[in-house]
């Protein structure tokens, strides 16, 4: 059974970095994975982030665009989430998903001075 677990959130004042990851275990096949990234404000719905496909290629919302970058290294079965220039409005739970049915527990990231 695939599973899905994130780190590498906490505390950061604006303008600040944090590099989130997302390991999967269970799975010899995490190369071929098209990864995502979500995250869930306090009372909103859970949003899409961005979004690194099996080659790497990249998308990403508009809200966070110039400002996250999502890699991966396949030789650890493991997605990032490198966020810079942080915002109060980038508080949330943020969550990796594997192929649109598989999700993480989630990690959270909270800004603010």
């Known amino acids: 059974q695939v599973q899905l677990v994130e780190s590498g959130g906490g505390l950061v004042q604006p303008g600040g970095s944090l590099r989130l990851s997302c390991a999967a275990s269970?799975?010899?096949?995490?190369?071929?994975?098209?990864m995502h990234w979500y995250r869930q404000a306090p009372g909103k719905q859970r949003e899409w982030v961005a979004t690194?496909?099996?080659?790497?290629?990249?998308n990403y919302a508009d809200s966070v665009k110039g400002r996250f970058t999502a890699s991966r290294d396949n030789a650890k079965n493991t997605v990032y989430l490198q966020m810079n220039s942080l915002k109060p409005e980038d508080t949330a739970v943020y969550f990796c998903?594997?192929?649109?049915?598989?999700w993480g527990q989630g990690t959270q990231v909270t800004v603010s001075s």
């Open positions: 690194i496909s099996r080659p790497g290629n990249t």
């Open positions: 998903n594997a192929q649109n049915s598989i």
């Open positions: 269970g799975t010899f096949f995490f190369s071929t994975y098209v």
